[in-house]
C-alpha cells in the first residue's frame, strides 16, 4: 500500500529527475580547430556542456552526422572526430539530449587555391560545354578544372543584355553578364571539375564563364535557342537600399545567444546588379537562403544592438511578348515544374475551393500561358483586390498552382515619385523554355499606393509586364532552420520579405524587445 509518505518521496524524486534534465547544460561551441581543413581530415571541437561522455550525444556537420567510428574522444569540454569524407562543409552543432548547441562553421580547404594552383594559375578553367547551345530551362555540362568541390560563393554566369536609356550616348544596348540564380534549383552538380547547371531566365545568345573565389573562367560561347518570344529589360533604374535593426535586451543570462535574418535584396534578371555599400557589424553567415545571419553571443541586460545594411541596386522595367503555340518541350523539364505546382502552407493550392475554381478557369485550357492569362483576368475583375497585396498575390499563386502552372509569389516595396516605400506583394509563373512572367494583380486592378505612377493600360500592362519602381526582396518562399531546439523564434508576416523566420532567442536570453525600420529608398 503506498502511503502519504511514499508519495512524497516518489514526487520530490520526480522532481528531482525534472529539474536536473532542465538544468542540462546546452552545449556552447566555442571555436574549431581547424576551422578550415579538408574532408576526412581530424576535427577538434572546443567549448562546454558536451558531457563527458558520448553516449546517445552526437555533432552534425551540414546536416549529417559522422559514423561512430568516427569519433576518436569525448569530454565536456573537447570533441575529437574525423569529418565525413565525403561530406560537405558547413554549419557545425553538438547536440546532447533535446539540446543543440550554436554553430560553428567549417571549411572545406579544397575551395581555397593553393600555392601551387596560384603558380599555375588556379583560376577556373572551361576546358568544353555540352550542349553549346539551348532554351531557357535546359541543362548544360560544363568541363573544366580548378571550380570548387563545392559552389559557395561561386556561380555560372551568362550573357545578359539591357537597352540603354535615350539620354546615354552611344550604341543603344548595354551587355553584361548574369549570375544564375541560387533559389531557382538550377545548379545540379558542382565538382571540382564539372558543373551541371540550368540555362537561366534572361540568358541571350552569347558566352558563359564560371567565376569562384580563385577567379573567373574565360569565355565560351553559348546560343540560346527555342525562342518563343522576347523579354526586354530597359530604363534601369538605380537605388541605394538602406534598413536598420535595433534590439534592447531586457533579461539575460550566460550563455544565451540571440539571431537576426537580414533580407538581402535579390539578383535576378530584372534586378541584375546588387552591391553591398555599408553594414555596420559582419555576418555570422554571409547571404543564406535570401537573409545574412547576424548573431550575438551572451548579450548583457539593458544593452542595445543594431543591425545597419545599405545596398545599390539596379532595377530593371520589364516587357514580354511571348508567341505560346512556339513554347518548345524540354527533354528535361526545368526542377521549377515539379517544385512550384505543389501546395504549401503559404500557398494553399490543394484546398478544394481553390482547386475548382482553376479548374472552372482553365479546364477548356491546355496552354500554360493562356491558363494564367484566364485566372489573372478573373481576379483583376471579380476578386476583391482592393484589400491588400498580400492575399490577392498568394490566390493567384494558388489558382495557378491548382491549374499546373509553376508559380512564386514575390515580395519587396514598392517606391512612389516621393521616393516613399509600401511593402508590395505580386508574382511570377514559369514557362519551359522561356522562363519567368511577371505578373501584379492588384496594381492590374488600379489599386496603387499614392503618387505611384501607375500605367493608363495598367490592366493589360501587369500581365507579362512589370515597372522598375521596386525593390525585390524574395521570389518565393525562403525556409530558414532553426539554430536552438527551444525555437523561440519571431516572425514577421506580411513583411518585405517573405522568410519564415527573422528573430531567434536562444539559452538564457529571457525578454527583448526588436525594431525593424521602413525600407528607405533614394535614386542615384
Not at 529527475?17 to 574549431?32: A, G, Y
Not at 552591391?275 to 547576424?294: D, K
Not at 490543394?350 to 491546355?366: F, N, P
Request: proline content about 6%.
Amino acid at each position: 500500500m503506498i502511503t502519504t509518505k511514499h508519495w512524497y518521496i516518489l514526487i520530490f524524486s520526480l522532481l528531482n529527475i525534472f529539474f536536473f534534465s532542465c538544468s542540462e547544460n546546452v552545449p556552447v561551441i566555442t571555436r574549431l580547430e581547424p576551422p578550415i581543413g579538408y574532408m576526412g581530415d581530424l576535427l577538434t571541437i572546443h567549448g562546454s556542456g558536451f558531457g563527458n561522455e558520448r553516449n546517445e550525444s552526437f555533432i552534425t556537420i551540414a546536416g549529417s552526422p559522422p559514423t561512430s567510428s568516427s569519433y576518436i574522444s569525448w569530454t565536456d569540454n573537447e570533441i575529437n572526430v574525423y569529418t565525413p569524407e565525403f561530406g560537405n562543409a558547413g554549419l557545425v552543432y553538438v547536440h546532447r539530449g533535446v539540446n543543440r548547441s550554436n554553430p560553428a562553421l567549417f571549411s572545406n580547404l579544397l575551395n581555397f587555391p593553393t600555392s601551387s594552383e596560384l603558380q599555375s594559375g588556379g583560376v577556373p578553367v572551361i576546358t568544353s560545354i555540352t550542349p553549346v547551345s539551348g532554351p531557357i530551362g535546359s541543362l548544360v555540362t560544363i568541363n573544366g578544372n580548378y571550380f570548387g568541390s563545392s559552389r559557395n560563393n561561386g556561380g555560372v554566369y551568362f550573357s545578359w543584355v539591357a537597352e540603354q536609356s535615350p539620354a546615354v550616348s552611344g550604341s543603344t544596348f548595354f551587355q553584361d553578364y548574369m549570375k544564375v540564380p541560387d533559389s531557382e534549383f538550377a545548379y545540379a552538380l558542382w565538382s571540382e571539375r564539372e558543373i551541371h547547371v540550368r540555362v537561366p531566365d534572361g540568358a541571350i545568345n552569347g558566352t558563359l564563364e564560371v567565376r569562384t573565389d580563385r577567379g573567373v573562367s574565360r569565355s565560351v560561347n553559348f546560343e540560346v535557342t527555342g525562342r518563343p518570344g522576347t523579354k526586354s529589360f530597359s530604363n534601369r533604374q538605380s537605388y541605394t537600399v538602406s534598413y536598420t535593426a535595433d534590439m534592447r535586451i531586457a533579461v539575460a543570462e550566460n550563455p544565451n545567444a540571440l539571431y537576426i535574418w537580414m533580407p538581402v535584396p535579390v539578383t535576378s534578371a530584372s534586378q541584375n546588379n546588387v552591391n553591398l555599400l555599408n553594414r555596420n557589424i559582419e555576418p555570422f553567415v554571409e547571404n543564406y537562403n535570401g537573409t545574412s545571419l547576424f548573431q550575438f553571443i551572451n548579450v548583457i541586460p539593458l544593452s542595445n544592438h543594431q543591425i545597419s545594411l545599405s545596398y545599390q541596386v539596379d532595377v530593371y522595367t520589364v516587357e514580354t511578348n511571348i508567341r505560346s503555340q512556339a513554347l518548345p518541350r524540354l527533354n528535361s523539364p526545368a526542377p521549377v515544374n515539379d517544385l512550384y505546382t505543389q501546395p504549401t502552407p503559404l500557398v494553399n493550392s490543394g484546398d478544394e475551393d481553390i482547386r475548382s475554381r482553376a479548374t472552372q478557369l482553365s479546364s477548356r485550357e491546355t496552354l500554360p500561358l493562356v491558363k494564367a492569362q484566364r485566372i489573372y483576368e478573373w481576379l483583376i475583375s471579380s476578386y476583391e483586390v482592393s484589400s491588400g497585396s498580400y492575399d490577392a498575390a498568394l490566390l493567384f499563386c494558388a489558382l495557378l498552382r491548382a491549374a499546373g502552372v509553376p508559380a512564386i509569389p514575390v515580395s519587396g516595396v514598392l517606391v512612389d515619385e516621393e521616393m516613399n516605400t509600401t511593402v508590395h506583394f505580386w508574382a511570377e509563373f514559369w514557362l519551359d523554355g522561356f522562363g519567368w512572367v511577371p505578373a501584379d494583380p492588384v496594381l492590374g486592378a488600379g489599386f496603387a499606393p499614392p503618387s505611384f505612377l501607375l500605367r493608363e493600360d495598367n490592366a493589360g500592362y501587369y500581365f507579362g509586364n512589370l515597372d522598375n519602381q521596386r525593390v525585390t526582396f524574395s521570389r518565393g518562399e525562403h525556409g530558414l532552420l532553426h539554430l536552438s531546439p527551444q525555437e523561440r523564434t519571431v516572425t514577421r508576416n506580411r513583411e518585405f520579405s517573405l522568410q519564415n523566420i527573422w528573430e531567434e532567442a536562444a539559452g538564457e536570453l529571457g525578454s527583448y524587445t526588436s525594431r525593424w525600420s521602413n525600407v528607405i529608398v533614394t535614386k542615384e
